[in-house]
């Protein structure tokens, strides 16, 4: 018995360990590292696949003679470009063998994409290609050359956000993660506000150059993308075990930490037997279900917002201006609900609350008549949509581990 209570006590204190002003000093130096820059990339890659929505109230429809359901086209060919590729683009397979240094060289391990480009030269390219494309659709001047720019930029977005994902565990323990994904989406949010902003402003440059408003949106905003990416190249960081702005105590201490955060990842080989166990079990497709009407209705929010808000009565630039407010509300949802779902440990009841938030929106929205009411339902949606992805994205980080797909 006291063998037992010995060695429960030498787990507590070696977990406690973990925790120290010296730990906490070194992920706060991480933090500053990886966490402005990737969601900054996130952000642009949020704004680049959105700002159709504003370029569409501003004429691109019009000027292409696209129709509803063609312009609905073109925005499913960015998701069936961003399913197919998204795999392709960050797929790596790990033998179940330590996945920090000394091993890290091993010819045991073999990881693909990432772990063949580093991640500071990989995750900048991807924001160059999809800048380019971005600015191309601008460009562009019949619907065929839409839907081809649009099917382009899914190929080109479609790998950063799981790879921002795997950066961020070979730097944070699982627990330490989570939340860290759900700041780092709020970057979706900004993006809409931000967009709002932009769109207004760059509107009024119709006629510029003999181009229309909507196309300047598409070239500036993909301008700005291709500069943040150049820029890059010098801050989104490598391996933790190259990493420059860690000494060599703190990167020992780090793979220490890591190395002691249980993960079945890396030391389970892989047999179909597991896929089987994933494909029946309930939870897995409970959580699948529930992600993917999450998804679905972020995004139809995010590209149609500037309609909807227009389609209330209110003029083009009015709308583009309306946007910010709602998508304001999203980001601080999202941050102030992670960190109290954090500090008390639980996610589903944060979960189910911002569905009904989400659903309480839409509600107002449907069902009242003046524009006013109708605009605080579209707060409602915006802030319960995000706040729910974010919360999901949260679940996923913590307990689905080096799986090398995640979809947003």
Not at 255 to 269: H, T, V, Y
Not at 360 to 378: D, E, F, H, S, W
Request: hydrophobic letters at 50%; proline letters at 5%.
């Amino acid at each position: 018995m006291s063998s037992k209570t010995a060695s429960e006590k030498g787990s507590s204190v070696s977990v406690e360990n973990f925790n120290t002003p010296e730990d906490k000093q070194l992920l706060r130096k991480i933090d500053l590292r990886l966490i402005p820059i990737l969601t900054l990339l996130y952000l642009l890659s949020f704004l680049d696949r959105t700002n159709i929505g504003n370029a569409k109230i501003v004429g691109l429809t019009t000027d292409l003679n696209v129709s509803p359901p063609e312009y609905n086209t073109a925005l499913a060919l960015y998701f069936v470009a961003y399913v197919i590729f998204e795999v392709p683009a960050n797929v790596y397979h790990v033998i179940p063998t330590p996945l920090y240094p000394p091993y890290m060289n091993s010819p045991h391990h073999r990881c693909y994409s990432l772990k063949r480009f580093d991640p500071q030269i990989w995750l900048p390219t991807l924001t160059l290609f999809w800048g380019i494309v971005s600015i191309c659709q601008g460009l562009v001047t019949n619907k065929a050359g839409l839907f081809g720019i649009r099917f382009l930029l899914g190929v080109a977005e479609a790998g950063l956000f799981p790879g921002v994902i795997y950066v961020f565990s070979v730097y944070y323990r699982r627990h330490e993660r989570s939340w860290r994904v759900a700041i780092f989406f709020g970057g979706a949010a900004l993006a809409g506000a931000f967009g709002g902003i932009l769109a207004y402003a760059i509107g009024k440059m119709h006629g510029v150059a003999g181009r229309t408003g909507w196309e300047w949106i598409f070239i500036l905003e993909g301008i700005l993308t291709v500069v943040i990416a150049l820029l890059a190249y010098f801050v989104v960081p490598t391996w933790s075990h190259k990493a420059k702005f860690l000494t060599p105590s703190e990167k020992e201490r780090l793979f220490k930490r890591l190395n002691a955060d249980s993960d079945a990842a890396l030391i389970e080989k892989f047999e179909w037997v597991y896929v089987r166990q994933a494909l029946t079990d309930h939870l897995v497709w409970g959580y699948a279900f529930l992600f993917h009407g999450f998804a679905f209705v972020l995004y139809s929010l995010s590209l149609f917002l500037p309609t909807i808000i227009a389609d209330l009565g209110f003029k083009s630039w009015q709308a583009q201006l309306l946007t910010i407010p709602p998508n304001s509300l999203a980001a601080i949802s999202i941050w102030t609900t992670v960190w109290v779902s954090s500090k008390v440990d639980r996610r589903a009841p944060f979960i189910l609350g911002a569905a009904a938030v989400a659903i309480l929106g839409y509600i107002v929205l449907l069902t009242t008549k003046t524009p006013g009411a109708q605009y605080v339902g579209v707060h409602l949606a915006a802030a319960g949509v995000y706040t729910g992805n974010a919360l999901l994205l949260r679940y996923a980080a913590n307990d689905f581990e080096h799986v090398g797909v995640y979809s947003c």
